[in-house]
Structure formats: C-alpha cells, structure tokens
C-alpha cells in the first residue's frame, strides 16, 4: 500500500484538520466529535441540516458543509458510522428554534446512531426531524443495510434542503422536499478496483484483472454479479438500465445526470461514460437538463463508477441552482 499516512488511527482527525486550516474563516473544527461546521452556525433564522456517516467518502460529507449545503457533518472513522454522543452533541450545537434535519443514508450504523441521538437531544427540547436517503438500485438489502443503500444521490437531497433552508423554509417543508427528492432519485454503481482501508492496508475485497463488480456499494459492498470486464459503452449502458427502468425514467422526463467517481477513476474516463449515457438517454426521448461529472461521493481509492438520474421540475431546478459555498464547489 502507497498512501500519504502517518498514523493510520489518526486519519480522519488529520483530514479534518487540514480541511479547518484550508477553510478558516468559514469552517469550525470541534475535534471532539470529528465534527466539521459553518463558522456562522447555529443561525436563529433557518433549519439546521446535519449528516454523519462513515469517512472515506469524501467531498461527501464533510467537504460539503457551508452556506447552501449543509451546516455540520460528524463522520465516523473510515466506513463507520459515528457514534452516538457524535450525533447529540452535533445536534446540540447546531439546534435552533426552528429546529434541525438529520439526513441519514440507509445504512445500519448510520441509523442506529442517528436514532439514539436524536432521541437523547430530544429529551433535551430540541426538534428534530429524520430523512433517510435509499438511492441505490443495486439490491434491496446488503450488510450494512435494511432496504436500499444511499450513495451518490444523496447529494441532490443535501443541495435542495440546503438551498430552501437557506430561503426560510420551516422544518416540515424540508422534510417533505427531502423525501420528494429522494422518491425521484436512482443510482447504481460499480468497480473495476477495491478500495484500500488505511488501517487494513490492504484492499477491502479482490478483483482479478480481467474482472468487475457491477452493483458494488461505497464500502465495498458485493453488487449483482461479478463478471468478466467489459467496454465503457457496455458498463454505462447496463447501469442507465438498471437506473432508468427502476422509477421508471420515460420519453419526455428532464433530468439531472450525474456519473460520479468512486475515488480512483480520471475525470476523462467519466467524461467518456458520462457522453455515452447522455446520448443514450437523448435516444430514449429523455433531456438532460443538469449534468454533474466528478467524484461526489467515492471509496476511498477505488476506481469505478456510479449513474445518478434524477427527475426534475421547475421547483427543483431552481434550489440546484441556489448559490452555494463549500470546501470542495461541486455545485
């Protein structure tokens, strides 16, 4: 393993701190709880929006945290949630009289963590109210979940909220709009590499060289089926498949494109896949109205892919494209 490492149990703390350092007059760093907030946060005036999950997805979630995104991620260490007290104190901090938002991607931990610490802060007199993002179409259940996983489209309900948020828009609005966005939302992905854990040191599962893993989750979850290499053209047109027919996607639908890097692919390569699906759907009467190619939410090194589609409409369109400042501009 060749990796910019000093001691691999202070990886998260070390990232988090150069992402403060980068960020000074808009990030607070609290190391306490691996926690990564606007500077001018709390605000008396708007919802607070908070995720956690595991670290090793980066920009996702930490990276994103700032005015029209989101107002603090806790991570946990690479690939684990955070623990439950991340979640209270975060919430804690953040709370104001409007309340706060939890978005949580389907995954176990995830849940666990965010349930119990929703319940503690609660009893505290802080509203709070939970979204749970399952935009993977790959399988229904996998180790670390009940139900689908939340990968990449979990950005498009983090840059909605965010942006309304921003606007004024009370708690429950925000729920309903998280759970419009995610009800229209789809992905699917896959791997030509594993993804190496720096604590491990080795990669976290084994693909021969002429192999992939087509459906592969974030933490390197097994996908559908895993089979001999195939060309870009055959990759993306089995994930827009997959994608497409599972809303369904139809001829005269305008959405948002997104292929996203799963941390170990060049943007040329994604710019290649990212042609071939547009043309693809163009073919199936389908207009893409927004496109997004880079990495968005990765696996560490991992190098593959995932197909992001959203359905748009004009309420939509309009919180994506709502200003936005981060660490990482994406959006």
């Known amino acids: 393993m060749k990796k910019f490492v000093n001691d691999p149990k202070q990886y998260v703390p070390e990232m988090l701190t150069g992402i403060a350092l980068a960020n000074p007059t808009t990030l607070r760093y609290v190391p306490e709880y691996n926690l990564i907030m606007r500077a001018d946060a709390p605000s008396d005036k708007k919802v607070s929006i908070i995720q956690g999950s595991g670290s090793g997805h980066e920009p996702a979630h930490v990276m994103i945290v700032g005015r029209g995104m989101l107002d603090a991620a806790c991570p946990g260490d690479v690939f684990a949630a955070p623990p439950m007290d991340y979640v209270l104190e975060t919430t804690k901090l953040l709370a104001t009289p409007m309340g706060v938002l939890h978005i949580v991607n389907n995954y176990t931990g995830d849940r666990m963590a965010f349930d119990m610490g929703k319940e503690m802060a609660e009893a505290e007199g802080i509203r709070i109210e939970t979204v749970i993002v399952d935009d993977d179409v790959s399988v229904k259940d996998s180790t670390w979940t009940v139900g689908r996983r939340g990968v990449a489209g979990n950005f498009f309900v983090i840059k909605a909220v965010g942006a309304a948020s921003e606007q004024g828009a009370d708690l429950d ?9 995610n009800s229209v939302t789809r992905s699917m992905g896959m791997a030509l590499t594993s993804g190496t854990v720096p604590a491990a040191g080795r990669p976290n599962f084994e693909l021969g060289d002429d192999e992939m893993e087509m459906g592969v989750g974030i933490h390197g979850e097994p996908g559908r089926r895993r089979e001999k290499l195939a ?52 073919a199936r009467g389908i207009k893409v109205q927004r496109n997004y190619v880079g990495s968005y939410c990765t696996s560490l090194d991992m190098a593959g892919c995932s197909l992001t589609l959203v359905r748009l409409d004009d309420d939509l369109v309009k919180l994506l494209d709502a200003p936005a400042e981060v660490a990482v501009r994406i959006f």
């Open 231 to 282: 060309s870009a053209n055959a990759i993306i047109d089995e994930l827009l498949e997959a994608v497409a027919s599972d809303l369904p996607f139809k001829s005269g639908d305008n959405v948002a494109l997104m292929i996203n890097g799963l941390g170990g692919t060049p943007i040329s390569e994604l710019y290649i896949l990212y042609g071939r699906a547009h043309q693809q759907l163009e």
């Open 173 to 181: 609005h925000l729920v309903d709009l998280a759970k419009r966005v």
